[in-house]
């Protein structure tokens, strides 16, 4: 168990559709990062926030975005959502704010679905 | 930019044999390198990572990884092979040199089974 904790574990939506998926990231880390996982693509970087603002962007679409609030919890919003959208989306958490030698430590991922 | 190649996306061994994962990296400057392991319907847990101290790097469950700048080299290797160590391997790069963050390339996996 990483610490870092993403709901739902599972999400199956309709097209033209919009989602929220959470995490909130281990006790202390500043850092969340957001991963997309998918057959075509791999593992892509989306986005990062440390510490409630935005630090990097990955190959995010404008379709989506993110936030992480004064908690520290990050949310990860798709919208018109595409069958290309099907794909395990993963947080990961770190305390730093992104230093080359920040271990990343991985949730459990939320499935996505779109039918 | 970087980049990573993972060659075979599959690779199979007899339970006690040795495990060879390789991977080969490209970086404009001095890179990073990490090995990940991914469970089924699991996330992603680091191994083991380079950061430019020892070449070679001893990481969790009996792996390890050399670097080799000569060969752009950042295999991994277990001198034998358990069955609980079935899983899906990633090789990732990033930038070494500093200036904020820099993202993480991941590579495509490498699926491991391990034969009774």
């Known amino acids: 168990d990483s610490g870092v904790t993403q709901t739902p574990k599972h999400l199956i939506t309709a097209t033209g559709q919009r989602v929220t998926l959470r995490c909130s990231p281990r006790s202390g880390d500043l850092s969340v990062y957001w991963y997309q996982q998918s057959l075509d693509q791999g593992l892509q970087f989306l986005i990062h926030?440390?510490?409630?603002?935005?630090?990097a962007k990955g190959n995010i679409l404008e379709r989506f975005s993110a936030q992480q609030f004064p908690d520290l919890h990050s949310e990860l919003n798709l919208s018109s959502l595409e069958l290309g959208d099907s794909a395990l989306y993963f947080c990961a958490s770190s305390s730093r704010g992104g230093a080359p030698t920040d271990t990343q430590y991985f949730g459990p991922g939320t499935r996505l679905t779109v039918l | 930019a970087q980049s990573v190649t993972q060659l075979g996306s599959h690779v199979s061994v007899s339970e006690g044999a040795l495990v060879l994962l390789r991977c080969n990296y490209s970086?404009?400057?001095?890179?990073?390198l990490f090995w990940y392991v991914q469970y089924p319907n699991q996330g992603l847990q680091l191994l083991l990572k380079?950061?430019?101290?020892?070449?070679l790097v001893k990481g969790i469950n009996g792996f390890e990884a050399e670097f080799k700048k000569s060969e752009t080299s950042f295999h991994l290797t277990k001198p034998s092979a358990h069955m609980s160590d079935a899983a899906e391997y990633f090789c990732a790069v990033r930038r070494g040199d500093s200036g904020g963050y820099q993202k993480v390339t991941f590579g495509t996996g490498t699926k491991l089974q391990v034969i009774p």
């Open positions: 380079y950061t430019s101290a020892a070449t």
């Open positions: 970086s404009s400057v001095p890179p990073y």
């Open positions: 926030y440390y510490n409630g603002e935005e630090r």
